[in-house]
């Protein structure tokens, strides 16, 4: 898992006092076909296929508190729309969290996948790992 480079801004003015900045009440998560890059290009999500990114609400259901020196690990399934014809395309291999239209992270799926016409991307409970180091 990386953070954009502008939400790594975002992150550090939080941690030093910008009173300003606010948590975010909810995320879209997408995937990507391309390694995304630091400074939120190289994205390329699916254009077929009625893809369509899956709105995430903020909170400690669907991201629990992370163990003591763990990751933070998803807590819910992450569901995409099941694919219609003729699929999404080019294999997917990224998963990319957004805030509104900007990058927030983004984090590799183990295994890479083609989604086909009828397809459902499941990304399960605990399979988004977030750490900072």
Known sequence: MS?????ETVVL?????????TRPASF???????????NGSNIQEPS??????????????????????GPKASGADFVF???????????VGWWVLWDGT?????????PHKTIA????LRIPLGAMLITAD
């Open 3 to 7: 953070l954009f480079n502008d939400y």
């Open 13 to 21: 003015d939080w941690l030093f006092g910008n009173s300003a900045v």
């Open 28 to 38: 879209t998560l997408g995937v990507s076909s391309t390694e995304p890059a630091d």
């Open 48 to 69: 077929t296929g009625d893809y369509a990114r899956v709105s995430i609400t903020n909170n400690t259901t669907n991201f629990p508190n992370a163990p003591v020196g």
């Open 81 to 91: 729309p099941v694919a219609t014809s003729p699929g999404w395309g080019a294999e």
């Open 102 to 110: 900007t990058p927030v992270m983004w984090g590799e799926l183990s």
């Open 117 to 120: 016409a009828g397809d459902i």
